[in-house]
């Protein structure tokens, strides 16, 4: 039985080079079902477009609660947003490298501020684990903190080099992530063996 996953991207998109689109391709090469929908105005997004282009994409999931959403950088932060209401839980939530609340003050006002409800937000998905570093460029006040602390997420901190875990960074293919989404659940074997190596671009 195939399962669901819905991708989100950031600012200006994945690109063919980056871990959403390689992760997007190995789950598809074993049937499973793939939503990876290019969000409108990518280059100067809009929070509120968002929101309805994400609530548009989970009407045509049949199951919510067999749902995995794996969120890079902006999109980590629309999902704080969509979450900001009582909603429908997903399975399992990833949120990868979220931008700090300085970051989108400066360049994403409509994003800013961020509603904080650990309640709500927990209540969104059944999992959730949250990857990020110490050294993000686009995170000063540092993920693990300001969100991590502040929500009560499980969190995985990988090596600084890592930085916002982008194409910059070197996450072109990670198939520790394509393991991690397969699973069953996070377990810890396989949250710790997402940064056991520093992927390359291929």
């Known amino acids: 039985m195939p399962r669901s996953f819905l991708i989100l991207h950031g600012v200006n998109g994945s690109g063919m080079d980056h871990w959403q689109t390689h992760l997007a391709q190995r789950l598809r090469r074993r049937g499973e079902v793939v939503l990876y929908p ?3 105005s990518k280059e ?9 282009e994400l609530d548009q994409q989970l009407r045509s999931v049949p199951d919510l609660g067999e749902l995995t959403v794996i969120c890079h950088s902006l999109s980590c932060i629309l999902w704080m947003h969509y979450a900001a209401d009582p909603v429908p839980p997903v399975e399992r939530l990833l949120l990868v490298a979220p931008p700090g609340p300085s970051i989108l003050q400066e360049f994403r006002p409509t994003f800013f501020p961020i509603p904080i409800d650990e309640e709500r937000l927990k209540a969104s998905a059944r999992e ?5 570093t110490n050294a993000d460029p686009r995170c000063p006040e540092k993920a693990a903190v300001c969100y991590g602390a502040e929500f009560g997420l499980r969190t995985v901190i990988l090596p600084d ?3 916002h875990i982008n194409i910059a960074s070197g996450f072109g293919d990670w198939p520790e992530m394509s393991a991690l989404c397969l699973a069953a659940e996070f377990p810890e074997t396989l949250v710790s063996q997402l940064s056991a190596a520093r992927p390359a671009v291929s």
């Open 38 to 40: 290019e969000l409108s």
């Open 44 to 52: 100067q997004p809009d929070c509120d477009v968002w929101i309805a």
């Open 128 to 132: 959730i684990l949250l990857v990020c």
């Open 161 to 163: 080099e890592a930085e």
